[in-house]
C-alpha cells in the first residue's frame, strides 16, 4: 500500500514550516510512523494538523518548547486524553535538551493535576508515565 499524496494545498510554507515542528517536538520516528499511517480518509487531517497546531500554535516565539510541553501534557490530563499524554510525556523526555523535561518536572504537572483535574486523572496519570519511565530505564525502584 502506497502513502497517499499530501494534498496540494499542504505543500506550502506551513506545512512545511510545521513539519519541522512537528519533527523537532515529537522526533522523526513518531512523525515518519504517522505519517506513513496517512490513508484517503485521514489524510487531510494530518495536513491540518501539521498546518495548525504544529506550525501556526508550536511555531510560536513567545512561549518555547518547554513551556508548551508543560501546557500540553496538563491539558491532555485535563481532557483526559491519555494516548496524547503518553505520546508527549515520551517527546519531552527524549526532545531536544533545551526542551526536555525531567521526570520530576513531569511528576510536578502530574501533582498539579490531583489538585485541578483530580485524584483518579492523577493516579491514571502516575501509571502511565511510570510505566514508561520504566520502560526508558529512568525509574529506579523504591527502597522496600
Known amino acids: 500500500m502506497t502513502s497517499p499524496e ?5 505543500s ?17 520516528a513518531w512523525v515518519d510512523r504517522s505519517l506513513a499511517n496517512r490513508n484517503a ?13 504544529w506550525n501556526d500554535i508550536w511555531g510560536r516565539p513567545a512561549l518555547g518548547d518547554k513551556t508548551r510541553r508543560y501546557m500540553v501534557l496538563s491539558m491532555m490530563l485535563g481532557i483526559h486524553a491519555y494516548e496524547e499524554f503518553a505520546m508527549h510525556v515520551r517527546a519531552a523526555l527524549d526532545g531536544p535538551p533545551e526542551s526536555r523535561l525531567t521526570p520530576d518536572d513531569i511528576k510536578e504537572v502530574i501533582m498539579m493535576a490531583a489538585i485541578y483535574c483530580g485524584v483518579p486523572v ?12 520504566r520502560e526508558k530505564g529512568l525509574l529506579a525502584d523504591a527502597p522496600k
Open 41 to 53: 480518509f485521514n489524510s487531510e487531517f494530518q495536513e491540518l494538523i501539521t498546518r495548525h497546531a
Open 6 to 10: 499530501i494534498p496540494t494545498n499542504a
Open 122 to 133: 492523577a493516579n491514571h496519570a502516575f501509571g502511565i508515565a511510570t510505566g514508561i519511565l
Open 12 to 28: 506550502s510554507d506551513t506545512y512545511e514550516s510545521g513539519l519541522v515542528n512537528r519533527r523537532r517536538v515529537l522526533g522523526d
